[in-house]
C-alpha cells in the first residue's frame, strides 16, 4: 500500500464485498462452449476396456419359459453374457422397496426389462449380439394404464389418504358442487447425456464406479449388494452429467450394477452406455395422472369443500412412486387454503417403465389438479381466473385461520398476494385481457388466450432423514481452495454457487475456489441430489467447513499481529490485521509453518422437520418458494396448432446466490414445464410398447417453441428461514410457472363458445387435444 488513506479506501471497501449474490457465469461454462467438459462417456478408456449392452424383452408381461443365449455368444466380438443366476448378491434396484430386479428372473413386466447382459469388445458388437437371443414367452394379462389399475386394484404401494375437516358435510353446505376429470400425461427426462456407467476393477475385490447419477451413495450400495462387497470397497465418481431432472436419482442404479457385475467377472473395465432408443425404452419418466374430482364453492368463487382421486401410472415396481404420490398430495392446494378435504392417491401397478423422479417429483402433477378446477370455478361463475385465485389464496402471515396447510404446516413467508399483485401491474394483465376478448370477437379461426397461475412449492424431501450433507474444504499453501461435497452437477450450477459460499465465506475471489468431482471415498452417505435441496444442504455444509477455517485464520492472524479477532478482516483474497495488510495467499504460508489445520469437514441438517406417515401429516418442509407467471398464446381451432407470444414470469429465489444461474435455471424450467403440458405426450401400443422412445416420435420442445417475448425475473424477497444467505431454491419450483400456457390455450379455447363452456382439455395439449377440446365447446355452444 502507498498511503495509509489507500489502505483505509480499500478496507472500506473490503467491508462491503461479497462473492456471494453476483451474477457469476457456471464454472464449467466455458468447458461446456469449447466442448472440453469432461462426461462419463470422455473419460479416456483404460486397457482392456470392454463394452455391455441390454437384451430387452419384447414382451408387457409374460414367463420366460426357455432362455437361450448361444446365438448372442456366437456373435462377433463377443466375451460374455450374463443372466441374473451370474449376480454374485442381491438381484434388485430398488430403491425404498426391493421389488426392481436388475435382470429378470422368472418372468418380464414390462416392454424393455433386461434379461440379460452382453459384453463385447466393441459397444455396436454388443448392441447387436443382445437382440439375437432365442426367448420363449408365456404371455399373461397386462395392465397398462392408471385406470386399468384402479380398476383391478393393482398398486405398489398401498393407497394414501389426507383428510382435514369434515369434506362431506361441506359439500352439503357449499351453494354449487362442480365435479369432473382430468388426465395429465407423464413426461421423459431426455437429459442430453444418456444412461451410462464405467465400471473399473481395483486390487483387492475392489470396484471404481464412474456413473452419470444423481445419487452416487445409493449407487455405492446397490453395487455393493449386487457384488456382494462392502460399501468400502465401492467408489462411486461422478464429476457432472449433462442433465439428469430426476432420471438420474434412482433409474441410473440398473446400469451402474450390470456395468459392475461384468467388470468383476471378467476383471476388465466394463462401459455400459445406453443407446436413446434403448434408454427410453428401459428407464422410468415422470408419472401421468388420472384425476376424478368434487369441489364445491360459493357465489364468489370461494372453494369450500374439496375432494380429489389421484391415480398415477407407477410402472411395474414401486421405485420413488410413494414420495411422488405424498409430495402430490401436499401440493394440491398450490397457493389456495382449503378448509375441508379428502385427497386420495394411488399408486397404480401398470406393466410399464417403473415411474420415477422427475423435476418437481409429484408436486406438478397435485398442483395442476387445482390450478384446472379454479380455472372452471370462474368460467362457471363468468368471473376471471385471477379474481378467483386471489380469492382463495392463503391468508397473509398475521392472518391466522387461513394459513395453515391441510397437511397441518403453517404457511409462514407467504408472499404471493405481493407477487401476483406485482406481476399483474407489470405485464399489464387486465388490459391484455381486454383487447384479447375484442381480438377473439372478430376473429373466428384465430384464438388468442391469457392466464395468469401462481406456484407455492415446498423445499425439502419428504423424508426428513434425506435433509442432511457433507462437505470437505481444503486450503493449500499458495492459496488455492478445493471443496468437495456430496450434491452432483447436472448444469444447474450447484458447484459454482458451493464454490461462491465458500469464496465468501474464506474472503477469497471465486477464481480461487475448485469444486471437484462428487465422490464416495470424500463424502460419504450423501444424499440425492434432488428436491430442490442441492445449494441448499451442501451449500450449508461447505460454509459450516469454510467457517471452521476462517475461524482459525482469524485467531491465528489475530496472534500473530497482535490485534483483536474482530480486527481481522478477510475480503477479496486480502488480509486486514490492523496495520497489516498481505495477501490472503501469505497467511496460509505462514499458518502452515505455524501447523494450524488448513482442512475441514463440514455438516449441516435442515431444523424443524417433521412427517408422519400415518396422519400424512406434520413440518414436511423447510420454506416455500412462490412464483407466478402470465401467458399469451394463440391458437388456430381448424388445425390444433398454437404459438406461445409472450410469457412474463416473477420467481421468488430470496436472496439469490447466482441471479444469472437462477434465472437461467427458471427460464429453463419454464420451457421444459410448457412441453410437458402441451408437447411430449408418450404413447404405448395395445401390446404395452412404448412408440415414443426416439427424438423423431417424442416432441420436446426446440428454440422455435420458445417465445419471442419471454422475461423472466426474480421477486426481491429474503427467505425468513434461515437458509443459505436467505436463497431460496430454483431447481423444482419454476416448472410450475407454465401452467399459465396450458391454461391460457383452454382459455382460447373456451373463446370459441363464447367462454361459456369448460373445455375438457387433457394435457399434453396436443394439436389433437386441442381440436379434441374445440369440437366439444362447439358441440356444448
Known amino acids: 500500500m502507498n498511503s495509509k488513506s489507500e489502505q483505509f479506501m480499500t478496507l472500506g471497501a473490503a467491508k462491503g464485498w461479497s462473492e456471494v449474490g453476483q451474477s457469476h457465469p457456471h464454472e464449467s461454462a466455458i468447458l461446456h462452449v469449447l466442448g472440453e467438459a469432461v462426461y462419463t462417456d470422455d473419460i479416456p478408456e483404460a486397457q482392456g476396456t470392454l463394452h455391455a449392452a441390454l437384451g430387452l424383452s419384447p414382451k408387457a408381461h409374460a414367463r420366460i419359459l426357455s432362455l437361450n443365449l448361444e446365438p448372442v455368444r456366437a456373435m462377433p466380438g463377443v466375451v460374455a453374457v450374463y443372466t441374473c443366476k451370474d449376480i454374485p448378491g442381491t438381484n434388485d434396484c430398488g430403491p425404498i422397496i426391493h421389488d426392481d430386479p436388475i435382470l429378470a428372473e422368472e418372468k418380464v413386466e414390462y416392454v424393455g426389462q433386461p434379461v440379460f447382459i452382453v459384453v463385447a469388445d466393441t459397444h455396436d458388437n454388443a448392441r447387436r449380439a443382445a437382440r439375437k437371443a432365442d426367448i420363449q414367452y ?50 421423459e427426462q431426455f437429459y442430453l447425456e444418456g444412461q451410462i456407467s464405467y465400471a473399473v476393477p481395483k486390487e483387492g475385490n475392489g470396484m471404481h464406479v464412474y456413473c452419470s447419477t444423481q445419487h452416487p451413495t445409493e449407487m455405492q450400495h446397490v453395487v455393493s449388494h449386487a457384488l456382494h462387497y462392502p460399501s468400502h470397497a465401492v467408489v462411486v465418481e461422478c464429476r457432472r452429467m449433462g442433465g439428469g431432472f430426476g432420471g438420474k436419482e434412482s433409474q441410473s442404479a440398473l446400469w451402474a450394477a450390470c456395468a459392475a457385475v461384468s467388470a468383476a467377472h471378467l476383471k476388465r473395465p466394463v462401459k455400459l452406455r445406453a443407446d436413446r432408443d434403448d434408454d427410453m425404452m428401459v428407464t422410468g419418466k415422470r408419472h401421468c395422472f388420472y384425476y376424478e374430482y368434487e369441489i364445491g364453492y360459493d357465489e364468489q368463487g370461494l372453494i369450500t369443500a374439496a375432494k380429489v382421486q389421484m391415480v398415477t401410472r407407477a410402472g411395474f415396481s414401486a421405485d420413488l412412486s410413494a414420495p411422488v404420490a405424498t409430495r402430490a398430495i401436499c401440493h394440491f392446494d398450490n397457493t389456495y387454503y382449503l378448509s375441508d378435504v379428502d385427497i386420495r392417491a394411488m399408486a397404480g401397478k401398470t406393466n410399464t417403465q417403473s415411474n420415477t423422479a422427475f423435476r418437481g417429483f409429484g408436486g406438478p402433477q397435485g398442483a395442476i389438479a387445482i390450478e384446472y378446477i379454479v380455472d372452471e370455478i370462474a368460467r362457471n361463475l363468468g368471473k376471471d381466473a385471477l379474481d378467483v385465485r386471489k380469492l382463495n389464496f392463503y391468508g397473509r402471515n398475521d392472518e391466522e385461520g387461513r394459513n395453515i396447510t391441510q397437511y397441518g404446516q403453517k404457511v409462514k413467508d407467504n408472499v404471493i398476494h405481493e407477487l401476483v399483485a406485482q406481476l399483474e401491474s407489470e405485464t399489464d394483465y387486465r388490459a391484455r385481457r381486454e383487447a384479447i376478448r375484442t381480438f377473439n370477437a372478430s376473429s373466428p379461426v384465430l384464438k388468442k388466450g391469457l392466464a395468469l397461475t401462481p406456484v407455492k412449492f415446498g423445499i425439502a424431501f419428504n423424508v426428513t432423514h434425506f435433509n442432511q ?22 448444469g444447474q450450477g450447484i458447484n459454482t454457487k458451493v464454490c461462491q459460499v465458500v469464496a465468501h465465506e474464506l474472503g477469497i475471489p471465486l477464481s480461487s475456489v475448485r469444486a471437484s468431482a462428487t465422490d464416495t471415498s470424500k463424502v460419504a452417505n450423501t444424499s440425492a441430489t434432488a428436491a430442490s435441496t442441492g445449494a441448499d444442504l451442501n451449500g450449508k455444509a461447505a460454509q459450516d467447513a469454510a467457517h471452521t477455517l476462517r475461524k482459525r485464520l482469524v485467531e491465528f492472524a489475530a496472534k500473530s499481529f497482535g490485534v483483536a479477532a474482530e480486527e481481522v478482516i478477510l475480503a477479496n483474497g486480502t488480509v486486514f490485521a490492523g496495520e497489516t495488510v498481505m495477501p490472503f495467499a501469505d497467511l496460509m504460508q505462514k499458518a502452515y509453518l505455524a501447523r ?168 399434453p395439449a396436443t394439436g389433437e387435444a386441442i381440436l379434441d377440446a374445440v369440437d366439444a365447446v362447439r358441440a356444448m355452444a
Not at 149 to 177: C, H, I, K
Not at 469 to 490: F, K, P, Q, R
Request: with cysteine.
Open 138 to 187: 408365456e404371455e399373461l394379462p397386462a395392465i397398462l394404464t392408471p385406470q386399468a389399475a384402479r380398476e383391478a386394484e393393482s398398486y405398489v404401494v398401498p393407497p394414501m389418504r389426507l383428510t382435514r375437516g369434515d369434506a362431506q358435510a361441506a359439500f352439503e353446505r357449499s351453494p354449487n358442487v362442480l365435479k369432473g376429470k382430468l388426465h395429465v400425461g407423464g413426461q
Open 469 to 490: 450433507a457433507g462437505a470437505l474444504v481444503h486450503i493449500y499453501v499458495d492459496g488455492s481452495v478445493l471443496v468437495n461435497h456430496g450434491g452432483t452437477e447436472m
Open 596 to 763: 494450524v489445520q488448513l482442512w475441514s469437514d463440514g455438516f449441516y441438517a435442515t431444523p424443524g422437520l417433521s412427517w408422519d406417515r400415518e396422519t400424512m401429516s406434520g413440518n414436511p418442509f423447510g420454506y416455500y418458494a412462490y412464483g407466478a407467471s402470465v401467458s399469451e398464446v394463440i391458437v388456430d381451432t381448424l388445425t390444433g396448432e398454437w404459438k406461445l407470444l409472450k410469457a412474463d414470469c416473477l420467481y421468488d429465489a430470496g436472496n439469490s446466490l447466482n441471479p444469472a444461474i437462477d434465472v437461467g435455471q427458471v427460464e429453463g424450467a419454464f420451457i421444459q414445464g410448457m412441453g410437458w403440458l402441451t408437447t411430449e405426450e408418450l404413447w404405448w401400443n395395445a401390446q404395452g410398447k412404448l412408440m415414443t422412445h426416439a427424438p423423431s416420435t417424442y416432441k420436446i420442445p426446440g428454440v422455435s417453441d420458445c417465445p419471442q417475448d419471454f422475461n423472466v425475473r426474480l421477486f426481491k424477497n429474503r427467505n425468513p428461514f434461515d437458509s443459505i444467505h436467505r436463497s431460496k431454491a430454483v431447481g423444482e419450483p419454476p416448472l410450475l410457472l407454465p401452467f399459465s400456457v396450458f391454461l391460457a390455450i383452454r382459455d382460447a379455447v373456451a373463446s370459441v363458445g363464447d367462454y361459456r363452456f369448460n373445455p375438457p382439455l387433457r394435457a
